[in-house]
């Protein structure tokens, strides 16, 4: 049996701009075409959307999947297994949330009066954490888990202070702007135990949700204000050692895609810490990808690139706040030189 790109599209609940990326990007190309050039899918290419879409769940970026399915030894089964086990922690999660809800039913049919709105309010940051956050990172994120009462204090503060800094209309290349951008990034790192992962669910979570922001104060504005003022602390760096042409393609560029670095590094450091080696096909995807994103601002000049390497090995403060270690960086030299 066939299905036309349509009718697979409603089958499955995805759109048919969705499927013709996927053929557009190698993902999911159907097998055979009609005779008017119409996409047609067979029983194997519906298993391998179901592989798509299940690792989609896991949170893999469209490129980590098609890495992973290129590699050998992948199999559906080993797909489902897991599938099954998040299926298994999201009804246990639902079983706590229910019992929580029966013991809030219980006091209010005995009359008590419950401080619902702070009640609700918790209980809309942990549903909303659920979409982002295993339990175990949960437990792990002092920010997420509120037992850590000092630390949020001194978040609050922080935001209290950029709020201030940025109502003043002190520009992100002031002096006061950067050094709040470092203190922020240390503190995010220091928080998050330096993991990328984190960070990258992270900034997906206080970007996409209203609730967050509103709890926290940080905007995606301030979110702005803060990697571009934290991007001049790098600048002022990169600087001393390129020319006045090299550094001013590097300003004009440097910011432009800084969202896409945390879960290339987050995806990068989950390859270390499995021990895959250099020569892996899925790391070297993402080294492809590193040095797009490298070049994107550093240019195409191997001497410009040499004189950044060179900056990097005699100044660590190029890697503070970055959520890249010595130990990362030699991983993704490995896979390029390879």
Not at 41 to 67: C, E, K, M, P
């Amino acid at each position: 049996m066939l299905l036309k790109v349509g009718e697979l599209a409603q089958r499955c609940g995805l759109t048919v701009r969705t499927l013709h990326h996927y053929d557009s990007i190698g993902l999911l190309t159907p097998s055979a075409r009609s005779d008017s050039g119409y996409r047609l899918y067979n029983r194997d290419d519906v298993a391998r959307l179901h592989q798509i879409q299940a690792l989609r769940r896991f949170g893999l970026s469209l490129a980590d999947i098609g890495a992973f399915l290129a590699a050998p030894g992948q199999n559906l089964a080993t797909i489902v297994e897991q599938q099954i086990e998040l299926l298994e922690q999201q009804i246990e999660e639902g079983k706590k949330l229910h019992c929580q809800l029966s013991d809030l039913h219980q006091q209010l049919q005995r009359g008590e009066e419950p401080e619902l709105a702070d009640w609700l309010t918790t209980l809309e940051m942990m549903t909303m954490y659920d979409k982002y956050f295993s339990a175990e990172e949960v437990k792990k994120f002092p920010l997420l888990n509120g037992s850590e009462t000092a630390i949020a204090a001194e978040w609050a503060s922080l935001v209290k202070n950029v709020r201030a800094t940025m109502d003043s209309k002190l520009p992100a290349q002031s002096s006061e702007a950067q050094a709040l951008a470092r203190q922020w990034m240390a503190m995010l790192v220091r928080d998050t135990n330096g993991d990328p992962r984190l960070l990258t669910k992270l900034n997906a979570m206080q970007y996409q949700e209203p609730a967050a922001q509103e709890k926290s104060g940080i905007t995606p504005e301030m979110m702005a204000y803060i990697q571009q003022a934290f991007a001049e602390t790098k600048l002022a760096i990169y600087q001393k050692y390129l020319s006045p042409n090299e550094f001013q393609f590097m300003r004009d560029n440097y910011g432009k895609r800084t969202t896409e670095w945390p879960p290339l590094i987050g995806a990068f450091r989950q390859h270390l810490e499995e021990g895959t080696a250099p020569d892996d096909p899925r790391v070297r995807q993402l080294a492809a990808q590193w040095m797009e994103l490298f070049r994107s601002y550093a240019g195409d000049d191997p001497q410009t690139h040499a004189k950044i390497r060179a900056a990097h090995q005699a100044e660590p403060q190029l890697l503070e706040g970055t959520f890249i270690d010595r130990a990362l960086l030699g991983y993704v030299a490995q896979v390029l030189s390879g």
